[in-house]
């Protein structure tokens, strides 16, 4: 069996993560980048790689952690959905085109729904992030590409350090780890490591269309801090008002929504898998991440 697995978009953090998790499962994994470096290739050879693949991630993606211009919403809108659409176009150029294409989507899909329990069955909500995630979900999942096709609806992803908590950390350690607003919003997150183990569930089994990635329990920003802040040894630290984040937001970002909304999504769809941090309640750092 041809176990070759193609990474769109995998020099980041979650890219980076999921190559170490699957080179030691035993694949052969090929990363495709805007800017290829040693050992990747380019977009433009897209087809050529994914020929006779197991499976194609797509992760691709401007980050989205930034102030909310019209020009950099137009940047992370289309810089998801051209690429997905790049990959659809890729499966017509095969000869034997991967069976397996998993997409990358956020628990964003869910918007900003206070205490509700969202699962993949739930509708979508309203708002910029909501509309990104709904085309970017759309470009893989209706377009003709013949394969199984799955959308992973990534929560806010946990490590020791980078992503998130790269920002986090050093807050926190300078005592500014306080909650964000009332700190009551709920947060769904997922460790780093459990996200590579479930990409490759979902390439390894028969998995549904939608899938929440994120951990069963979700947490309210004020009791993550409280985690946050005893990891880090530190005691409590004042939280940052609402007024004050949206002003950050609208002078040099990020977007105020994306610390502010409250998103209670939970997983109902991941069959057999087992989350190795299902909760945080007695997690360390540590646990967050991949082993290396």
């Known amino acids: 069996m041809n176990k070759k697995v193609v990474i769109c978009g995998g020099s980041g953090l979650i890219g980076q993560a999921l190559d170490k998790r699957l080179t030691d499962s035993g694949y052969d994994v090929v ?46 809108l289309n810089s998801r959905v051209e690429s997905t659409q790049k990959v659809a176009k890729a499966f017509a150029t095969c000869t034997n085109p991967p069976a397996k294409w998993i997409n990358a989507s956020a628990v964003g899909f869910y918007g900003n729904r206070g205490d509700e329990t969202m699962t993949e069955a739930s509708s979508p909500g309203s708002g910029f992030v909501v509309d990104v995630c709904r085309a970017w979900e759309d470009a893989c999942l209706k377009s003709e590409a013949n394969c199984a096709k799955t959308v992973l609806r990534i929560g806010v992803v946990l490590t020791s350090n980078g992503g998130a908590m790269g920002k986090l950390m050093p807050l926190t350690k300078a005592f500014l780890g306080g909650a964000v607003g009332n700190g009551l919003q709920w947060m769904s997150w997922i460790a780093l490591k459990d996200l590579v183990r479930l990409f490759e569930w979902v390439i390894e089994n028969d998995a549904p269309s939608v899938v929440n990635a994120c951990a069963p329990e979700p947490i309210r920003n004020g009791d993550f801090m409280v985690w946050l802040r005893r990891q880090l040894h530190r005691p409590w630290s004042p939280p940052v008002p609402a007024f004050m984040m949206k002003l950050i937001g609208q002078t040099i970002g990020p977007d105020a929504s994306l610390l502010l909304d409250s998103t209670r999504a939970i997983p109902t769809r991941t069959g057999d898998f087992q989350f190795m941090v299902p909760s945080l309640e007695n997690a360390r750092l540590d646990d967050l991440s991949v082993p290396s």
Not at 37 to 58: F, H, M, P, Q
């Open 31 to 76: 990363t495709v980048s805007r800017h290829p470096k040693l050992g990747e290739i380019s977009w433009d050879d897209l087809g050529r790689a994914i020929d006779g693949a197991t499976a194609v991630i797509n992760l691709s993606g401007r980050p989205i952690a930034c102030k909310f211009t019209e020009s950099n919403k137009r940047e992370i």
